[in-house]
């Protein structure tokens, strides 16, 4: 499966992004899908996941309350929904799939910088 993530931009704190990650290649709805950033120097960390049904959705600590991830597999799309951003936020975020235990696809990241 290939993965194209959009929707990155500068936004000031406090501010809200949309990113997007459309899936190609094969039906999205076979694989559990997530979002990871990596903020300069500094290691890709998880950010959500979601599974094939919607129904499980995983965040990490610092983003819960104000990040919502989604999907809609009739458009082969995930979706992160990003409130209440913080100069903290800031990094390159990847889409990624996985139909086993690991993520295996991985797109080419979108840039999102928040301004304090």
């Known amino acids: 499966v290939q993965l194209q993530a959009y929707g990155g931009g500068l936004v000031q704190a406090g501010g809200s992004l949309r990113l997007s990650c459309a899936a190609s290649?094969?039906?999205?709805?076979?694989?559990?899908l997530g979002w990871f950033r990596q903020a300069p120097g500094k290691e890709r960390e998880f950010v959500a996941s979601?599974?094939?049904?919607?129904?499980?959705?995983y965040y990490t600590d610092s983003v819960k309350g104000r990040f919502t991830i989604s999907r809609d597999n009739a458009k082969n799309t995930v979706y992160l929904q990003m409130n209440s951003l913080k100069s903290e936020d800031t990094g390159v975020y990847y889409c990624?799939?996985?139909?086993?235990?690991?993520?295996?696809?991985w797109g080419q990241g979108t840039q999102v910088t928040v301004s304090s």
């Open positions: 290649g094969r039906p999205a709805g076979n694989y559990f």
């Open positions: 979601i599974n094939w049904t919607g129904v499980r959705r």
């Open positions: 990624a799939a996985k139909a086993g235990s690991t993520f295996e696809y």
